[in-house]
């Protein structure tokens, strides 16, 4: 019974975090976990000095948020990796961030993934992971 229920808790937390990719196809396109770690480091430190909305991250500890986006990413993008974070909008719910604070994030991640030499059909399809969590994010 105990172990149906872990089952069954564990399936519940891998479901909200759906739509997670159906194979592990960008994943690899992504460079697996050393390309996805690389990209997700630089992320950061771009946001961290973001002009528009590097003020979010004052009190946030780089190394800590760059472990949490590599882990979600990986496994979003159907890697061998399981994110332990808080749920997107449990961690931004006090931030009250806008639509156009939501939008740098992504150019922020569009550049990060230029500077990689990421074709655009692979940084669609992460971008395309990500944009439904808009509604979790954005509370303003
Ligand atoms: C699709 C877009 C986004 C994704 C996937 C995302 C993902 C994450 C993740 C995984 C964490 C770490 C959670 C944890 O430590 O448990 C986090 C934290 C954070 N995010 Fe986002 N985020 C997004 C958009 C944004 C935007 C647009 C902003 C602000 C402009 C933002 C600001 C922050 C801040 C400040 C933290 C750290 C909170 C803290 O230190 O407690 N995020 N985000």
């Not at 997670?20 to 690899?28: F, H, Q, S």
């Not at 760059?66 to 931030?95: I, N, W």
């Not at 961030?97 to 939501?102: P, T, V």
Request: charged letters at 25%.
């Amino acid at each position: 019974m105990l172990a149906l229920l872990g089952g069954a808790v564990a399936w519940h937390t891998a479901a909200a975090q759906t739509p997670a990719a159906p194979d592990d196809a960008l994943y690899r396109a992504l460079g697996e976990k050393p390309g996805i770690t690389a990209l997700m480091n630089d992320t950061v430190e771009r946001l961290f000095t973001d002009p528009q909305i590097g003020r979010f991250f004052k009190d946030t500890k780089p190394a800590n948020l760059k472990e949490q986006l590599r882990d979600q990413v990986c496994f979003l993008s159907g890697g061998p990796c399981k994110y332990e974070g808080d749920t997107m909008k449990a961690v931004h719910a006090e931030l009250g961030i806008r639509k156009a604070d939501f939008n740098r994030m992504v150019e922020v991640l569009q550049a990060a993934m230029d500077a990689r030499s990421i074709p655009f059909a692979t940084q669609n399809r992460l971008l395309a992971l990500l944009a439904p969590m808009h509604r979790d994010i954005i509370t303003r």
